[in-house]
């Protein structure tokens, strides 16, 4: 299957500072790709979708501002957490999907998913 | 909204089949998917339906749709300890909908 990678795995910072996370699709160009936020024993939650070269579409309740998110080629999307707080401590997954008809994955519209990263905030 | 429900635990012995259930109210689903997470790691495809289909066997999985109910189930013949795990349902037209997560416990 197509794999997808994140960048960091983990990462601890202080209040107040900036940290990005960056999903890459290694074998695959994503056309769509995809950022949730999961807490402990919780479900995924769809932050924002985003497709190579436009504007990101947030979910309500998402602040744009807060969470930059880039999808600058057909493999990568980056999500910045800007000026971080503790409450933004949790866990990020991404996923990547090619949408376009000749891949042979878009017949069952599969996301592939990242490792996740775990982003703690003190 | 769209909603998508799951039942949060489950516990099972090695050996006994499994039945992981889910409800979604989105009747225009195209594909209805179940996911595998293991602790502290992303989601992994396990298998996925088509709206039209009502069952569809892979391996030791077997999906059941009943699309009237609005009901999507996962049952993992011949459970092992391997298996313990969180087992999410999504539906999806367009947007992408999880369910809270199952909780699957296999004791020895």
């Known amino acids: 299957g197509a794999v997808v990678s994140q960048h960091p795995s983990w990462v601890i910072c202080k209040s107040g500072t900036s940290v990005k996370i960056e999903c890459r699709s290694l074998?695959?160009?994503?056309?769509?790709m995809f950022w949730y936020r999961q807490f402990p024993k919780q479900s995924l939650m769809l932050m924002a979708t985003?497709?190579?070269?436009?504007?990101?579409?947030?979910e309500q309740g998402v602040e744009k501002d807060k969470f930059l998110i880039n999808h600058a080629s057909l493999t990568l999307s980056t999500l910045t957490v800007t000026s971080a707080h503790p409450e933004d401590s949790s866990f990020y997954i991404c996923?990547?999907?090619?949408?376009?008809?000749?891949?042979?994955?878009?017949?069952?519209?599969?996301?592939?998913f990242g490792p996740g990263t775990r982003l703690t905030v003190l | 909204g769209e909603d998508v429900e799951q039942s949060l635990f489950l516990s099972v012995r090695e050996g006994d089949s499994s039945v992981i259930n889910c409800t979604y109210t989105d009747s225009s689903s195209t594909y209805l998917y179940w996911y595998k997470q293991e602790p502290g790691a992303g989601l992994q495809l396990l298998t996925y339906?088509?709206?039209?289909?009502d069952m569809k066997q892979d391996q030791r999985l077997t999906v059941l749709l009943n699309k009237k109910d609005k009901h999507l189930s996962l049952r993992i013949a011949d459970t092992q300890t391997g298996d313990s795990a969180i087992y999410f349902c999504q539906s999806s037209r367009g947007k992408l909908i999880f369910g809270q997560g199952t909780e699957l416990s296999v004791k020895p």
């Open positions: 339906i088509f709206s039209n289909m």
């Open positions: 074998d695959f160009q994503a056309t769509t």
């Open positions: 985003s497709n190579e070269g436009s504007k990101a579409t947030y």
């Open positions: 996923s990547a999907r090619d949408d376009r008809g000749t891949s042979g994955r878009r017949s069952y519209n599969e996301q592939f």
